[in-house]
């Protein structure tokens, strides 16, 4: 059975690394290997310009597997010398001299207009050239053809730290699934189905805009009334003109007015002409839609609370509530009536474009309380099928919360889900506690900035010393120190825990550095320099170096900006150094207006100093066009540094990124085999969830979070071998048995950190209470010590991992053992 020819695209940079060129040609061959299998070589045909460096390479490849090649060429290069068995296609494109640019804009529309899959070796860097390999990711991303990327991680003679800018795409999360692991190293494959959005279908497309503006208030209102007048007048003019030969134009038209009113309705005549008995019926038409915008005028208000009535009553459980005002609530409602939902919106006060806006969608707004129960019932909020808590006050979110378990009285119904939106770690801790069992099983509490900042570490990580063998420190520099950049700060320092003699600096420049360090120093003293307790000082000592995080301030004039002795320049931009940079100034659009001036230098930089550079750009409006073109822009200030737009809201806060628990799937796993080792193994893995507190979640979610950091770190050195399908490193017991050690050291590091940021303390350093040390190891863990203990913030396990009872070493041994399983679990391809 023959099949129609598939055509395979490539496209990449001309400037390859030679010492890279035969572990490509393995990774390309075995690629179109893998694409051809099921039908053969001779069903597919591979396009190419035939430009050289990635063209030709993979045209050569083609060649030896017996795939056919054709050369997409124009009128000005068709002379060109192929080799054998290379057809040619001729574009119709002419271009001047010096313009080869629309040569390669017009190849990337034929490829993409004929692919079915598309090669691309490519840095990940969007440098904005024009006809460059980003530009035809860029377009490929906006197709809505069906087609496979295929994107090999390569690095080049300008980048040689590639970027895999396609995985969070790639990584499509469905029932708390991932379809591979969420990192990549050179020469990795990423491929990603497109289109992303399924194809609209000509109705959407031309009328559902028009059905849009057909139902604002200036169409129904004004627009359509008139229309019917003029039909009316019209018709029932060239109507009595028909009937009564001898009537004058003016008197037909003063008579068809007369229709709107029913005056010249009842017409006694047998054959009444067509028009005139249809603006008879348009007469009555335009009446009774007169008295129906007399009747919306007069409700007022009141429309609302009927469209409310008549959701609850026609559709139970089929409408979304969402309480609280705010920039994430404006956005996460847009979100929702895009997508069709019927929402009912409320709000403490009035803010005239937010509410405008919001019943201009086709939400419900009303006006109130959210934590007020009397107004929670008016809306009916137990018929909705989710409820968003989502004011900016997390205090307002808790008090809702609490009041809507009142209001239930343990009767939330079974489908019901509830989403609070939380920064505050202790108002977290304080709701999950209050709460009875049966509410916090439909309770999702989330922090968006701390998912901002997990999705930043899972697909762009601080710790690429698998790029940079070389490299002893992963530099974190976090410009400008609100809310996200503050928990961006926090994130490294929990996760920036490493085995061997790998390190973490943190470097944070912000407007009055002074007073913005004294305030992290009284929420987190273990890093300031007053004296403390001996076992103490000893453990912060293992965990960070005397200068692991730093305070700056923040350069605003170009002067100091630029000034290669700044903090911001000198000795951070070293060959010895992975950096990151995190441009979060929050006032509108300073993160990249800032960027802007610094980007040219950082460029020269990392150029000179051959340094692992990659910066992101705090970018908030919910627009996805804007952004794509401010980091595009960015990108064309330092081609050779990666920029990366990161925080928009079109990212965090709609329905889909709210209701996501795939950056729970690790968590959930890590909890259910601890349960498995040490409590009761009859729980499935969603009941040990949901009993788990929003401490002990958390601190899943930090271990999940850092399980990525240890992988990094060590596949590299096993050279990546591994089981394709069980995750189990191919490696003889003895190297097992030496790295294990190593993880679990690192592991037990990373939570003493954790601990400490939580204000824990060691019980060794407690005044003796106990007259000796095994005093308190028996009433710690024989005598019911612990929890008493640990509400104290006193911990008997903060201390070096070899001074650690067996069984304790035996649980962080544990969780490393179990890593090819919980992989196993939440990985499918």
């Known amino acids: 059975m023959g099949y129609r020819t598939k055509f395979i695209a490539v496209t990449g940079h001309r400037d390859l690394r030679p010492e890279d060129l035969p572990e490509i040609k393995n990774r390309v061959k075995e690629k179109l290997i893998q694409i051809t299998q099921n039908q053969g070589a001779e069903s597919y045909r591979l396009l190419s310009g035939m430009a050289s460096g990635a063209d030709l390479l993979v045209a050569e490849i083609a060649r030896e597997l017996g795939i056919p090649a054709t050369a997409v060429l124009t009128s000005q290069n068709q002379a060109m010398e192929l080799p054998a068995g290379i057809d040619k296609q001729i574009l119709p494109v002419n271009f001047p001299p010096g313009e080869e640019e629309k040569y390669y804009e017009a190849l990337e529309g034929y490829l993409l207009l004929k692919a079915n899959h598309f090669l691309i070796l490519w840095d990940g860097v969007y440098n904005g050239k024009r006809g460059g390999t980003s530009s035809v990711v860029s377009r490929a991303l906006e197709t809505d053809r069906e ?3 295929h994107h090999l991680v390569v690095p080049r003679m300008v980048n040689p730290y590639p970027l895999a800018s396609l995985l969070a795409k790639s990584l499509v999360f469905s029932r708390e699934k991932f379809q591979r692991i969420p990192f990549t190293v050179h020469f990795s494959w990423i491929d990603a ?13 031309f009328w559902e805009p028009f059905l849009r503006k057909a139902g ?26 028909q009937i009564l030969p001898e009537l004058d134009f003016h008197n037909a038209l003063f008579m068809s007015v007369n229709l709107v009113t029913f005056n010249n309705s009842v017409i006694e005549v047998q054959d009444v002409p067509f028009a005139l008995n249809l603006a008879r019926y348009l007469g009555l038409i335009t009446a009774l839609s007169a008295f129906t915008i007399a009747l919306f005028f007069a409700l007022g208000p009141e429309r609302r609370r009927l469209k409310l009535i008549f959701w609850q009553r026609f559709y139970p459980h089929k409408y979304i509530l969402v309480l609280g005002s705010g920039e994430k609530s404006f956005t996460l409602v847009r979100n929702l009536c895009s997508c069709r939902n019927k929402v009912v919106v409320v709000t403490p006060e009035e803010n005239q474009p937010f509410t405008t806006e919001i019943q201009r969608s086709g939400a419900v707004w009303i006006k109130g309380s959210p934590h007020s129960s009397s107004l929670l019932k008016k809306v009916y909020q137990h018929r909705a099928s989710e409820i968003y808590l989502m004011d900016e006050d997390d205090t307002v979110n808790v008090r809702t919360c609490l009041e809507l378990e009142r209001i239930s009285r343990k009767n939330i119904p079974k489908r019901q889900r509830w989403f609070a939106h939380l920064q505050d770690g202790l108002l977290k801790a304080f709701l999950y506690g209050n709460l009875e069992d049966a509410s916090r099983n439909h309770l999702h509490i989330f922090d968006i900035r701390e998912n901002t900042a997990r999705r930043l570490q899972l697909f762009y990580p601080f710790d690429r010393f698998y790029q940079s063998p070389d490299a002893d420190q ?15 700060a926090l994130n490294a320092l929990r996760l920036g825990h490493f085995p061997g003699n790998k390190r973490l600096k943190v ?47 923040l350069p605003m004039d170009d002067a100091a900006m630029l000034s290669g002795r700044a903090p911001l320049f000198a000795d951070v931009i070293q060959a010895r150094n992975t950096v990151s940079m995190y441009v979060c100034l929050e006032n509108d659009l300073g993160s990249s207006s800032y960027l802007s001036v610094l980007l040219p230098k950082l460029n020269r930089y990392k150029r000179q100093m051959n340094c692992n550079l990659q910066v992101f750009c705090f970018y908030k409006f919910p627009d996805k066009t804007e952004e794509r073109n401010t980091e595009m822009r960015l990108n064309q200030l330092a081609p050779e540094v990666p920029v990366h737009c990161f925080g928009n809201l079109l990212d965090e806060c709609t329905a889909v990124a709210i209701r996501d628990r ?3 799937a690790l968590p959930k796993q890590i909890a259910f085999w601890y349960m498995q080792g040490y409590g009761d193994k009859r729980l499935d893995i969603d009941q040990v969830w949901q009993n788990s507190s929003e401490q002990e979640k958390e601190s899943n979610r930090h271990a999940a ?21 069980t995750f189990e490193p191919l490696l003889d017991p003895g190297t097992m048995a030496i790295h294990e050690k190593r993880l679990s050291e690192t592991e037990h590091r990373r939570w003493c950190a954790e601990l400490l940021l939580h204000g824990f303390r060691p019980l060794q350093d407690e005044p003796g209470v106990m007259e000796s040390w095994s005093d308190w190891e028996d009433y710690w863990y024989r005598r019911g010590g612990k929890k008493i203990l640990k509400a104290e913030k006193l911990h008997i396990d903060l201390r070096p991992f070899n001074t650690l009872p067996e069984m304790e070493q035996k649980k962080d041994l544990d969780q490393i053992r179990t890593i090819p399983k919980m992989l196993q679990a939440i990985i499918r391809p």
Not at 474 to 488: P, Q
Request: proline share 5%; glycine share 4%; hydrophobic share 50%.
């Open 507 to 553: 470097r944070v420049f912000c407007p009055d550095a002074v007073a913005a360090k004294e305030r992290f120093l009284r929420a987190y003293p273990i890093f300031d320099t007053h004296p403390k307790p001996a076992h103490l000082k000893a453990l912060i000592e293992d965990l960070w170096e005397t200068d692991t995080l730093e305070f700056f301030e």
């Open 474 to 488: 992963a530099m974190v520099v976090v410009i400008g120190f609100e809310k996200l950049g503050r928990e961006i």
């Open 216 to 241: 604002s208030h200036v169409f129904l209102s004004f627009v359509l009334p008139m229309l019917l007048v003029l039909s009316t007048l019209t018709l029932g003019t060239i109507g009595f003109l």
């Open 147 to 149: 087609l496979v990327l």
């Open 705 to 725: 979070d850092h399980l990525w950091v240890k992988l990094r770190s060590v596949w590299q050195e096993i050279d990546w071998k591994f089981h394709s399908e």
């Open 662 to 664: 795939a950056l729970d």
């Open 193 to 205: 189905k497109l289109p992303f959005k399924k194809k609209a279908s000509l109705f959407k497309k």
